[in-house]
């Protein structure tokens, strides 16, 4: 349909699951679309299946906690395109599994480091190029754990709540520039972070018999990365011109029940 044609987006996490669709998604709407990730691996293999949908991109493998790699692909994205119309802050890492009495610090800083700070820095150093251009669209990929919590995650909810709080002060600063910032909170999702100590969480008899069968998810099943990446393609596109500061929860119906 070409609703993000000739943008120039960048996808943080776009290897796999959510990201790996969200970019997909935007080169299927004719945007230029900027891979980053730290898995080589994943990489190539996302960059193989938009290759064969003759889809425009580039390859950036990094850590996006590397903040000087971070800083040089921004670089090189605005050497080669001249702008930034979009920024996707995706990327994130499994929540621990471990209670405050069990977790350490160490697994605390890295979770919020990968999940919160690198959202920030992603920001930081994209929005001096929108606020150039007089335009551009930062959105966060929170969590329905942001605000609702299922136990053992605590620095996974910590970071995706912060994430939630953060979108508003920064559509508030950046409103002046005509920089819009939205985020975007997933419920259960069929994704490899669904996969937890070697286990599909949505795909165990007990979410099956409660989240599906009794309709706990209203819907009546897990999420697609497909239904988050057509809120985001949503989010980037014109359509999307008067709203700022606010979290679309995409989960089924999830939070609407008791």
């Not at 002046?176 to 069929?190: E, R």
Request: charged content about 15%.
């Amino acid at each position: 349909m070409g609703l993000l044609s000739g943008r120039v987006c960048i996808v943080t996490g776009a290897g796999q699951g959510l990201g790996r669709a969200i970019a997909m998604e935007m080169c299927a709407e004719g945007a230029v679309v900027a891979l980053l990730e730290r898995n080589p691996s994943t990489l190539a293999e996302t960059a193989a299946e938009l290759a064969r949908q003759g889809g425009s991109f580039s390859e950036h493998a990094l850590d996006v906690t590397d903040y000087a790699a971070y800083e040089a692909a921004v670089r090189n994205i605005l050497d080669r395109h001249g702008r930034i119309d979009v920024l996707v802050n995706n990327a994130a890492i499994n929540p621990s599994t471990k209670s405050i009495l069990d977790d350490t610090l160490e697994e605390w800083r890295r979770t919020i480091a990968i999940n919160l700070e690198a959202v920030y820095m992603g920001s930081k150093l994209v929005a001096p190029a929108m606020v150039s251009q007089g335009s551009g669209r930062i959105i966060h990929i929170s969590s329905i754990q942001g605000f609702a919590s299922s136990g053992l995650c605590g620095s996974y909810n910590a970071a995706k709540g912060a994430i939630i709080a953060y979108t508003k002060s920064m559509a508030v600063e950046l409103a002046p520039h005509g920089i819009l910032v939205n985020a975007v909170a997933p419920g259960f999702m069929v994704t490899p972070m669904s996969v937890v100590n070697g286990v599909d969480e949505t795909e165990t008899p007990d979410f099956i018999d409660w989240y599906v069968g009794k309709r706990k998810i209203p819907l009546g099943r897990s999420g697609m990365p497909e239904d988050v990446s057509g809120t985001v393609v949503f989010l980037a596109s014109d359509y999307c011109r008067y709203m700022t500061g606010q979290l679309l929860v995409v989960d089924g119906g999830l939070m609407s029940t008791f």
